[in-house]
């Protein structure tokens, strides 16, 4: 049997080899030319040969590395074996002694690793507590490693977790192999490190995690995790925590503890949402993030201990020489600041809170929501809403403030200024919050008076200047400042769809203001002028203001609805809307439901009284053919009441019983008497009684009349 043939020199490729196979000749067949490597067979922890096709990509020999002594070494460029599975003999021809060679011993490290796996079934049938120590952290104890870290059951996780801990080099040995592996792009090896990394830390020890997350270890723990055999191409997070991620400092930070803890924090959140967000399950998830907020807190508390660092912090803030960029800088370290304050204790919380209200917080903000930059003026209401959450006090005590007052006028502002999609509800749930009529303290009604006394009224305006008759569908109110100044700003309609969600908030929170306020200054009428609008949304809105005013159940409110005839634009949306099935047809049905269900007369009268004519065409809809049926039950019930009726109900039975009685008189066999003889012959009570109760109603008939 001779040699297989040399593969020529003509790529300087290490893996490049040719296939031979022996046929039953004893001459060697040519399989192809192609790449090999050594990696694990498909769903199995066992490591083999495979030689892909340089060309094509198809599979030219895949073998399983067997712990026998089968294999040969040839000429420094060529492997055979005698494969027990196909019974037949194979060799490898490589293009370059190091590349054979290099595939030797990779064939040496799987067979040693094999013998050892063997011999300590012997001992033990799984990776236990009978485990002494751990393999010594090398090349060829890689795949060893890999099955103790992953192929433990839960008890022997502790015992494995004790020895890693046990082992004060093996974290630094580990990660000397990897850089060897990365060094000589040894894939294989570097996939195996990958799997140990991450069995490592699904071991879930927060002792383990203090070691492989500190200064040390951390950017060769996260370069290790690069390499993930289900990824194809090899990822690059050490080049972008490092090259992309830039830390800001607005104001020079010098404890090292600090700077410590807030790259680790971001590091640990990046593995944790980046790089393994698949793998991790929910407890070692729950671990991680227990470690984000220790590291928070140990931040902000260092922080706002030091008093030089709060200090300095707003004397740059106020100095009217920092420049925008580095004030922008500033106010969004403030609020990842507040934001991370979360983590302390509630007492430590509010403390910092009132120092920071101290130092002036609310006065910074007054002036961020004045900034043009639309971004920080939302960085702004967010750290208004942190403080509202802590201790809502702090923020209504300083709106009482003659200082304060202004900073309400800059939330109302806010809310008709167009910065954005979200920014509206931003300032909405501070108004509201502020507004409360549930919340304590004696601030609420002097927040309560300023607001209706200087800014409803500017709400009120721009619906009214978005909805005349000239205006609808235009996208420019004016607001007037505190100075009677007017600017020019845009409307849009999420801007007046949240100005009702407030109105609708007031009428639930303050009735009084609503009489004295909504009914002298005809804020409904005004409001109603929604209804004119393209958007039927706004329309909606405006229905749901209405609908709020009614579940007051204040009478003086609906006679003041009636009289004014304040239904009539919903009544005109609700037809013009015909018989589309949409939001504003349940709206308004809704409406009518709820004015019948809760027996509401002065409406229900006033609404079929007045708009029946229109709606008669929508009986089908059975809100509307019960509204009507309620009404003719109302009806027939007051008129059942009414004295007026009860009279003539009487007169109506007496006038029956005489007509009875002539009836049967003229039946008699007696045609004689004359008609003078039947009233004799009536009973004269009766005839008394008659004429009694028509003289009655001749007199108090117009009087009940118009009493009705």
């Not at 003999?89 to 030797?104: D, H, K, N, R, V």
């Not at 925008?324 to 302390?344: A, G, P, T």
């Not at 939001?583 to 007369?601: D, G, H, P």
Request: proline share 3%.
């Amino acid at each position: 049997m001779g040699a297989p043939e040399k593969l020529p020199m003509e790529n300087t490729s290490l893996q490049r080899v040719k296939v031979y196979r022996l046929n039953d000749d004893g001459k060697w067949d040519d399989q192809g030319t192609g790449h090999v490597t050594v990696d694990y067979l498909e769903r199995s922890e066992e490591l083999g040969l495979f030689v892909v096709d340089e060309e094509d990509n198809e599979t030219l020999l895949m073998h399983r590395i067997s712990s026998d002594d089968i294999y040969r070494k040839q000429e420094d460029t060529i492997i055979s074996w005698r494969d027990p599975e196909y019974s037949t003999e194979l060799a490898l021809s490589f293009q370059e002694p190091t590349g054979c060679s290099y595939i030797w011993d990779q064939i040496g490290s799987v067979q040693r690793n094999l013998n050892f796996n063997t011999l300590s079934n012997d001992s033990y049938h799984s990776v236990s507590s009978e485990l002494r120590e751990l393999p010594v952290v090398e090349l060829s104890t890689l795949p060893l490693i890999l099955k103790t870290v992953v192929e433990s059951g839960i008890a022997d996780q502790m015992r494995i977790t004790e020895l890693i801990l046990h082992d004060q080099d093996f974290f630094r040995k580990l990660m000397e192999v990897f850089r060897v592996c990365e060094d000589l792009e040894n894939v294989d090896g570097l996939h195996v490190i990958f799997k140990i990394v991450r069995g490592i830390i699904l071991l879930n020890s927060p002792q383990i995690f203090e070691k492989i997350f500190g200064d040390e270890f951390i950017m060769d723990i996260i370069g290790s995790l690069e390499y993930d055999p289900d990824i194809p191409h090899v990822q690059h997070h050490r080049s972008f925590l490092k090259e992309h991620v830039v830390f800001k400092e607005a104001i020079p930070i010098k404890d090292p503890v600090v700077l410590s803890k807030i790259h680790q924090t971001y590091r640990v959140g990046y593995l944790k949402d980046v790089i393994l967000p698949r793998a991790l399950d929910d407890a070692t998830i729950a671990n991680l993030n227990s470690i984000i907020h220790s590291n928070n807190a140990i931040v902000v508390s260092l922080l706002k201990d030091d008093s030089t660092f709060i200090q300095e912090l707003f004397a740059r803030l106020r100095s009217s020489t920092t420049s925008m960029e580095s004030k922008k800088n500033l106010i969004l370290f403030l609020h990842e600041f507040c934001s991370l304050s979360k983590s302390l204790q509630m007492v430590q919380q509010h403390r910092l809170y009132r120092d920071l209200v101290n130092e002036g917080m609310f006065g910074i903000i007054g002036d961020v929501l004045q900034n043009q930059d639309k971004k920080l003026v939302l960085i702004g209401t967010d750290i208004l809403i942190l403080f509202l959450n802590q201790d809502p006090n702090l923020l209504r005590s300083y709106v009482t403030r003659q200082e304060g007052i202004p900073l309400l006028g800059l939330l109302v502002k806010g809310m008709i200024t167009d910065f954005g999609d979200d920014m509206h509800c931003q300032f909405l749930e501070i108004l509201r919050n502020l507004l409360d009529s549930y919340a304590s303290g004696s601030q609420r009604e002097t927040i309560i008076e300023i607001f209706y006394e200087k800014h409803l009224d500017q709400l009120i305006e721009v619906i009214t200047s978005s909805c005349s008759p000239t205006s609808v569908g235009q996208s420019v109110c004016e607001y007037k400042d505190s100075n009677g100044s007017a600017d020019m700003i845009p409307t849009k309609p999420e801007i007046l769809l949240n100005i009702c969600e407030l109105l609708c908030f007031c009428v639930l929170h303050h009735p009084y203001r609503i009489k004295c306020n909504f009914l002298l200054n005809d804020v409904i009428h005004k409001v109603l002028s929604l209804t004119r609008r393209r958007e039927k949304y706004l329309v909606v809105a405006a229905v749901r203001f209405l609908r709020t005013l009614i579940s007051r159940s204040d009478e003086h409110l609906m006679n003041h609805i009636a009289r004014n005839n304040l239904l009539k634009p919903i009544i005109e949306a609700f037809v013009s809307n015909g018989n589309r099935y949409n939001l504003l047809n349940s709206a308004v049905l809704e409406l009518f439901e709820y004015i019948r269900t809760e027996n509401l007369k002065i409406l229900l009268k006033y609404l079929v009284d007045t708009f029946w004519n229109q709606l008669v065409k929508f009986e089908s809809l059975p809100a509307i053919h019960f509204l009507k049926v309620k009404y003719d039950q109302s009806m027939e019930n007051s008129e059942m009441k009414s004295p007026i009726n009860v009279l003539e109900s009487r007169i109506r039975i007496d006038e029956r019983a005489l007509e009875k009685e002539e009836e049967d008189y003229f039946n008699e066999d007696s045609d004689e008497e004359d008609s003078a003889s039947v009233s004799v012959s009536l009973s004269p009570q009766r005839a008394i009684s008659v004429c009694f109760i028509q003289w009655v109603c001749s007199i108090i008939k117009p009087k009940i009349w118009w009493t009705g």
